[in-house]
């Protein structure tokens, strides 16, 4: 006789077994994190050209969306064809107008970039070579002004600053015999280190061109994409947990797409700007600076700092300019902060400031300039994802998912919500020692009441 186990003793069996691997996996995450991080640093080091197509393929995708609305679909319509998806018709006709738009897209997108380089980096070499040019002329200024600060003091000044330096130079000299020359590296290392520099740079290159082809992939096939990952989340989940995610998918993709794309357009913005005040203000290496401002904008929330504290860095030989500088930088990140950047990504992330530089700190913790990058989205998603999941637990318990009813709640009892402002509600240390001012405000606020009763009172009693 065969022994046929029940559905209960089935479900407890697969669910010990699923137990019993979180279970593992959480201590191996728990007491072999480092080796965990590092492993999953190496896979997206890995997948850095893929990382980089997609990246590429956000950025581009209006532009391919524009082109294909505005100029391809209409010279279609003009020849008979009608390609729009609605139709359902022409095919074929629909993924030529496609690869045509992602071509003309690609194309306009090689030229900016070239042209950008053909442009700045030029006036870069020359900044540089300006910079170097000038570096006995900052000596001399360095000499004339330790002159003047020496005779403008006594001898006595004159002879600890001089001993300070002899100190100075003594720790100088044995960092670099002891600490700085065994760091040296030998023949075999230098070549070593050669070779990995080398490789380095096929492999950025190598990223690059493989960025280059998954991006047009990404734009040629974006709605494939979309249509496979929908129908594999209904074949495999029920029809709310499936709506649920490609829900999900929808808001990862509107995040992505609007912080990348309009992060980048606010530093072009923000960079054409600061090359525009450098030369109405006369700085010197108005475009050298307006680059490196430009680019570290990217960087949320540190980047401005850095590109300001960089091009007064630039200036500091002449203190003037790189006060004048600074200020300018105040008034530009204000208007940046306050005006541009909230215009061009809107709330395209939800997240506080505080978030946004847990974000950053953390993921860039974890990734280096890549996590500065695509930190704040990532944590956005999650954020929401954490957001969601706590309203539908909430909404399942019958409370409410409104943050502004739990300000000033106390506890909830009975399903009954008890605010702090109410001095009955004395449970789960709801009401602690009060301060001085709030003690007045209380009892002002009982005389008033106390008073307006016995002013009450005596009305009523002259009616009568």
């Known amino acids: 006789m065969k022994m046929k186990p029940e559905k209960n003793q089935v479900t407890w069996a697969i669910t010990i077994f699923f137990l019993s691997i979180a279970i593992m996996l959480a201590y191996y995450v728990i007491f072999n994190g480092i080796s965990v991080v590092n492993t999953f640093s190496k896979v997206i080091d890995s997948l850095s050209g893929i990382v980089i197509g997609v990246i590429i393929a956000f950025i581009l995708i209006p532009l391919t969306d524009g082109i294909e609305r505005k100029i391809v679909y209409p010279i279609y319509r003009k020849r008979g064809y009608d390609i729009s998806r609605s139709s359902g018709a022409n095919v074929k006709k629909r993924k030529q107008a496609r690869k045509i738009s992602v071509m003309i897209t690609m194309i306009i997108f090689l030229m900016v970039i070239y042209?950008?380089?053909?442009?700045?980096?030029?006036?870069?070499?020359?900044?540089?070579?300006?910079?170097?040019?000038?570096?006995p002329e900052y000596k001399d200024q360095i000499d004339t002004?330790?002159?003047?600060?020496?005779?403008?003091?006594?001898?006595?000044?004159?002879?600890?600053?001089?001993?300070?330096l002899d100190r100075s130079y003594v720790s100088l000299s044995e960092f670099l015999q002891e600490k700085l020359m065994p760091l040296v590296p030998s023949m075999d290392s230098f070549f070593k280190m050669a070779s990995q520099g080398v490789f380095s740079i096929i492999k950025v290159i190598f990223d690059l061109v493989v960025g280059l082809i998954v991006a047009i992939y990404v734009l040629n096939s974006k709605e494939v994409f979309s249509t496979k990952g929908k129908k594999l989340a209904y074949a495999l989940f029920k029809e709310e947990f499936a709506n649920e995610i490609v829900g999900g998918f929808r808001f990862i993709g509107d995040i992505f797409e609007g912080f990348v794309g309009g992060k980048l357009v606010d530093s072009v913005i923000i960079g054409i700007i600061c090359y525009v005040g450098c030369i109405i203000l006369k700085l010197d290496?108005?475009?050298?600076?307006?680059?490196?401002?430009?680019?570290t904008n990217i960087i949320p929330f540190f980047g401005p700092y850095i590109g300001g504290a960089i091009g007064a860095l630039l200036l500091v030989i002449t203190p003037v300019q790189a006060l004048i500088f600074l200020a300018f930088i105040i008034v530009l990140q204000q208007f940046d902060g306050n005006i541009l950047g909230p215009t061009i990504l809107g709330s395209s992330t939800g997240l506080s400031s505080f978030w946004v530089l847990f974000s950053i700190t953390f993921f860039g913790g974890l990734w280096g300039i890549v996590g500065w990058l695509v930190g704040v989205p990532i944590f956005a998603v999650i954020y929401a994802f954490v957001s969601r999941i706590t309203n539908i637990l909430l909404s399942k318990k019958g409370l409410s998912t409104e943050t502004e009813d739990y300000d000033d709640l106390a506890y909830i009892e009975n399903k009954e919500y008890k605010t702090l402002t109410d001095e009955h509600?004395?449970?789960y240390n709801a009401h602690k020692e009060v301060?001085?001012?709030?003690?007045?405000?209380?009892?002002?606020?009982?005389?008033?009441?106390?008073?307006?009763g016995k002013f009450k009172k005596k009305d009523n009693s002259n009616d009568k």
């Open 285 to 295: 290496y108005p475009l050298l600076i307006s680059v490196i401002v430009g680019v």
């Open 115 to 135: 042209s950008l380089f053909r442009i700045i980096i030029p006036e870069l070499i020359e900044s540089i070579r300006q910079i170097v040019r000038k570096f």
């Open 425 to 427: 509600n004395d449970k």
């Open 145 to 164: 002004q330790s002159q003047i600060l020496f005779e403008s003091n006594s001898l006595e000044v004159q002879n600890f600053i001089n001993s300070q």
């Open 435 to 452: 301060g001085m001012m709030t003690k007045l405000y209380h009892t002002s606020r009982d005389r008033v009441i106390k008073l307006a």
